[in-house]
């Protein structure tokens, strides 16, 4: 068993069973135990080519296929910076950072709640740039943090499964299915972990709070053993190679690259909702090259920026002078009634209270394994 999912068990169990370990000591052990595995964390560095250099050290939960066109291009434009890039799952940066925040200059991750409460317990500092300024009012807090992304939550589907079954275009369709067929797509659907992923997670949450059958449709996906993962990535994976035949809850902007090149599989914004993410980024308030992490951040809401993110990551940029495929300004066109944008602001702490969290994990779980809290588990 995986040092994650020996913990992720451990907090089941014990809100199953009504454990006397608290849940706050057991997020603890679990976070611990996440940023003890940061030793795998993948780095991309890009050496300076000019002097005097100066160095620039980004934190995110981006994986580097997407985030390398707009790092190589912000280097091209100051070949002075020599960057370190890391990428982390969520919570392993979120930890990563508690425990050493003078180590980064910029921070980016799509878990919305835990950058939210980092920059909320004072630790970002204000970029008061033009770009900064001007940047539409609902993707940014307090001149500290910044939305960059428009990233709808997707499904994919393997085509032969809508051959034999039906399309599915929503939640709704989704739960059909699933309730209809689950024999033959058994062990065959993958979605997050809401214990492990804080991605997953604020899904979650999110979701709960928006769909009444969204409990449904969580007792539907354990009645069918759905397995449970960390990432977006394990998800494409698994359905590339056929070894999954439905992903639910991907990030769209690593969806939409990925399966334009596999005619097997085809990505859904469900039409009854659709929750979207946005990556933020800051500046924390102890970093070692402020300036440097200012620029970069600059760089992410200008317009260059914003255009190398869409072209080349191929991720949905906010910028309002950019209307092409894929923006933010051409998604809420197509989509005016069905986005559901999670708001930046002081909503998102709620999603981190410990009672709530535990609450929402436990009912997650509840409903997933179809288990009472208390009941004997299943042998």
Sequence with gaps: ?????????????????????????????????LWQSAYATEELN?????????PLVIHAAFDVPYARPLLEDFHRRHPQYDITYRNLSTLELHERFLNVPDEPDVMMSSAMPWQYRLVNDGHAQPITTPNAENWPAWAKWRQELFAFTYEPIVMVINREVMDRFGPVNSHADLL??????GDALRGRI????????????TYAIE??????????????????????????GEMLDGLHDRRFLIGYNLLGSYVRQSVEHDPSLRWVIPDDYALVIQRLAFVPRLAPHPAAGRRFVDYLLSVEGQRVLSDGGNVAAIHPQLDGPGTATAMQRRYAEGLRPTPLGPGLLATLDDLKRRALLSRWQREFSGEMVGEQERP
Aim: glycine share 10%.
């Design 1 to 33: 068993m995986t040092r994650h999912s020996l913990w992720a068990f451990m907090f089941r169990r014990s809100v199953l069973r009504g454990s006397a370990i608290s849940g706050s000591v057991l997020w603890g052990l679990l976070l611990w135990s």
């Design 46 to 54: 890009l050496p300076a080519t000019a002097e005097p250099s100066t």
């Design 176 to 181: 059909g299915l699933i309730s209809q067929h």
């Design 190 to 201: 993958v979605t997050y972990d809401p214990a492990t992923s804080g991605a997953g997670y």
């Design 207 to 232: 979701e709960s709070q928006l769909s009444p059958r969204y409990w449904d449709l969580v007792a539907a996906l354990g009645n069918a053993d759905t397995h449970l993962v960390g990432t977006t």
